[in-house]
Nanobody, 115 residues
Framework: QVQLVESGGGSVQPGGSLRLSCAVS????????MDWYRRAPGKGREWVAF???????DYEDSVKGRFTISRDNTKNMVYLQMNSLKPEDTAVYYC?????????WGQGTQVTVSS
């Protein structure tokens, strides 16, 4: 059983930054792709970004140029650096492997962007 623990969320003003972390309970060196997702109040889950073991990344259009995903295989960690945050980024953020493992979902970390 793999555990995913997200952290680093908080409340920030528009334009602020946060760095989210995803701690994985086993080695991620053999995990090809890791994703970040988010769920805004009253909305469904939305894919945010992915990173492959080769370092290839992609982002949902609304976060391109503002968010950066990275991974550290030596620490079994995946990160999401979020800059220029907007109120519409308010959500609970989650990480998961690809393809999604439903029983891997963690508690997520709350990000609130408000003035």
């Amino acid at each position: 059983q793999v555990q995913l623990v997200e952290s680093g969320g908080g409340s920030v003003q528009p334009g602020g930054s946060l760095r989210l972390s995803c701690a994985v309970s086993r080695s991620i060196a053999s995990i090809n792709t890791m994703d970040w997702y988010r769920r805004a109040p009253g909305k469904g889950r939305e894919w945010v970004a992915f990173i492959t073991s080769a370092g290839r990344t992609d982002y949902e259009d609304s976060v391109k140029g503002r968010f950066t995903i990275s991974r550290d295989n030596t620490k079994n960690m995946v990160y999401l650096q979020m800059n220029s945050l907007k109120p519409e980024d308010t959500a609970v953020y989650y990480c998961n492997v690809r393809p999604i493992e439903m029983n891997y979902w963690g508690q997520g970390t709350q990000v609130t962007v408000s003035s």
